[in-house]
């Protein structure tokens, strides 16, 4: 397909137009003269022919093309490819992108750059993603901030600076982050109404330890909860138990079924726990102190469930809200800017050649 | 385009003392030519006839011409004196004289100033008049120039009145037209002869009529009568026009001579200094 550099030359063309029409109009110049008795001995020029239109002379003809080829030089003529680049975005999907509408924006503008430059997207989101693995001419990250520029890949940073709003929860109270360092505010969220509850069996062992996170972290133990922020998930009482698991401070039986997921808390192969934001699923059918309740096992216990609690939903993480950088655009280089083919050159020549066939046809 | 460009007449102070400095040097030129001829042929100017010859004339004068063709005859050439003599102008202020990127009326009436002040400063009464009609006040005096400066302003190239009878003026001896000479057929007698008159028609067309086009399509029109022509030019065509325009030329020529005038034959692109010289050229032959 045909596109140009400086599309708008291309109204230069109306120029040699314009010339056509005025020659083929029939009345031609106007010219006065005291002495038309002499033309009108001539038998050639007798009174005008109906017609209104008479062909240009064919010099003239030659001058319109040479300006055609000479506008469409100037205009930067060049072939495109036919198959549209492909470009991959990688498109940050961590929480911070969503403030000040960061990702809304990159993908209006990556939209604009692919009408633009023709590229054909296909979009990826992850948080956080691994960049250097993507570092390629075909690959185009999508940011707010980034730790190492890519070498090869496009880059398009929103660029980020420090947004102040809510980071975390402590129980009924609020941390907020006010743009250089955190708040507190009490008792911010000891209104709103906050649950959690327990699918399966919970150990008994556990029951205890769980009772009192609850309370301390003022969450509502409710089993027909519908948006708890907490699911916890066991094996349904009488599980086949038939293996034995070492934690930190506690034995456990544990299923038959092996889980698969994110967390493996123990350095097993086999992980025990599996965490989601807001579920922790686990295999474990029965627990048993080695001593009394140790510290490091309420630690351990805590510590799990704190990291799959949700947060509220206005929370952003504290990282993702001093997280920080300038706004940064370095387009990749699409197949069709390496590989098209430009025109200008034969057309410039074109335009030559006819100008100087013109002067020969006025002078022979 | 307008279809007339200049239809007006302006005279600038400038083209004033150009016209006043031609005169003079024509004057000047004349009178030291006559100088010479009455050095060897006796006194007088101006050829105005012939007499019978009586005892005591100049034997220089006899004519042996006209002694060869008719030997019963001797006859001498009778001269005469610019002063007290009579200059007529006829200027054609018609539409077609509005011609031209320089017009034709304004290259006629710098010539008229020209040949009014000539004949002033050789002592002549000056008339201007137009072929619309218009007169001008009889000068006598070089100081009376400048209102034939205002009357030739005032001059429009409008109408179709062209002049006829030239030369009918009783009391003129000397009558200059400037004109394009676009006259219909029916205008004719032009030219009037009379015994004591001489004069000159000063032929004046534009650059377009002198060099017409040699290519592309035109439309002409004439101003005065409104025809138009379609013309779609070439360098045939062209060349067809001159030897058209050429022939016209000489039948202006032939019936000026047969009415013992003279044609000048000019462009209104020619400056004034070569106009007036080849208006003196005619005169001289």
Redesign the interface.
């Known amino acids: 397909m045909m596109r140009f550099e400086a599309p708008l030359l291309l109204f230069g063309l109306l120029l040699p137009l314009f010339l056509l029409l005025a020659?083929m109009?029939?009345?031609?110049?106007?010219?006065?003269?005291?002495?038309?008795a002499?033309?009108?001995?001539?038998p050639?020029?007798g009174?005008?022919a109906p017609r209104r239109w008479?062909a240009p002379?064919m010099a003239l003809l030659l001058v319109c093309a040479a300006l055609c080829a000479g506008v469409l030089a100037l205009a930067g003529p060049y072939r495109a490819p036919r198959e549209r680049p492909r470009i991959t975005v990688l498109l940050d999907d961590s929480p911070s992108m969503q403030l000040e509408q960061r990702q809304a924006r990159l993908v209006e503008r990556i939209e604009g750059w692919s009408r633009a430059s023709g590229a054909q997207l296909e979009w990826r989101r992850a948080a956080h993603p691994d960049w250097s693995a993507h570092d390629s001419a075909e690959y185009l990250w999508a940011s707010d901030a980034i730790e190492r520029y890519p070498e090869r890949a496009g880059l398009v940073l929103s660029g980020a600076r420090p947004v102040p709003g809510p980071v975390g929860r402590a129980g009924a109270d609020r941390l907020v982050f006010d743009g250089s360092q955190l708040q507190m505010e009490a008792g911010a969220y000891a209104a709103e109404q906050r649950s959690v509850r327990v699918r399966g069996a919970l150990p008994a062992a556990l029951q205890p330890l769980w009772s009192m996170w609850c309370e301390k972290q003022q969450l509502l133990v409710d089993a027909q909860a519908r948006e708890p922020l907490l699911e916890l998930v066991f094996p349904e009482s009488g599980c086949s138990a038939d293996r034995e698991w070492q934690g930190p401070g506690f034995r456990a039986r544990i299923g038959l079924a092996a889980l698969s997921g994110e967390a493996a808390l123990s350095g097993e192969a086999k992980p025990r726990f599996r965490l989601r934001p807001g579920s922790i699923e686990s295999d474990l059918c029965a627990l048993q102190w080695q001593a009394a309740p140790a510290a490091e096992t309420a630690v351990f216990f805590a510590s799990l469930w704190e990291q799959a609690l949700l947060d509220p939903s206005d929370c952003v993480p504290l990282a993702e809200r001093q997280q920080s950088g300038a706004e940064h655009t370095a387009w990749p280089a699409t197949e069709r800017e390496q590989q098209r083919e430009s025109w200008a050159a034969e057309c410039a020549w074109a335009a030559l050649l006819l100008a100087l066939s013109a002067c020969w046809w006025r002078r022979r | 385009?307008s279809?007339?460009p200049s239809p007006g007449v302006r005279l600038e102070d400038a083209l004033v003392r150009r016209a006043l400095r031609l005169a003079a040097s024509a004057r000047a030129g004349r009178l030291r030519e006559e100088g010479l001829r009455a050095h060897h042929r006796g006194a007088g100017f101006e050829f105005e006839g012939y007499r019978d010859y009586q005892p005591g004339d100049d034997p220089r004068e006899i004519d042996w011409d006209l002694l060869a063709r008719d030997p019963e005859r001797v006859a001498v050439r009778v001269r005469r004196s610019e002063q007290g003599a009579h200059w007529q102008l006829l200027l054609d202020d018609s539409a077609?004289m509005?011609?031209g990127a320089r017009g034709k009326l304004q290259c006629a009436a710098e010539l008229a100033l020209t040949v009014a002040a000539w004949g002033l400063f050789e002592g002549a009464s000056v008339a201007l008049a137009s072929s619309s009609g218009a007169r001008a006040p009889l000068a006598e005096r070089i100081e009376e120039l400048a209102g034939l400066v205002r009357w030739l302003e005032s001059r429009v190239a409008q109408g179709s009145a062209a002049p006829s009878g030239i030369g009918a003026a009783a009391r003129a001896q000397r009558v200059f037209v400037f004109s394009?000479f676009?006259l219909p057929a029916a205008a004719e007698p032009l030219f009037v002869s009379r015994a004591g008159l001489s004069w000159l028609a000063v032929e004046i067309?534009?650059a377009?009529?002198r060099e017409p086009?040699e290519?592309?399509?035109?439309?002409?029109?004439?101003?005065?009568s409104g025809?138009e022509?379609?013309?779609?030019a070439s360098p045939e065509?062209a060349a067809?026009?001159l030897r058209?325009?050429q022939a016209?030329s000489e039948r202006l020529d032939q019936r000026a001579r047969a009415t013992r005038g003279a044609c000048v034959h000019l462009s209104s692109a020619q400056s004034l200094e070569q106009g007036f010289a080849s208006l003196r050229e005619s005169l001289r032959r």
Do not use: T
């Not at chain 1, 109009?25 to 038309?36: A, F, N, P, V």
């Not at chain 1, 002499?38 to 001539?42: A, K, S, Y």
């Not at chain 2, 022509?229 to 779609?232: D, F, G, K, P």
């Open positions: 020659a109009r029939r009345e031609g110049r106007q010219l006065g003269s005291s002495l038309l002499l033309w009108r001995e001539q050639s020029s009174p005008s008479q002379p | 385009m279809l007339l077609s509005g011609l394009d676009s067309l534009s377009e009529e086009p290519g592309g399509a035109w439309l002409l029109v004439d101003p005065e025809e022509r379609r013309l779609r065509r067809e026009y058209a325009l016209r």
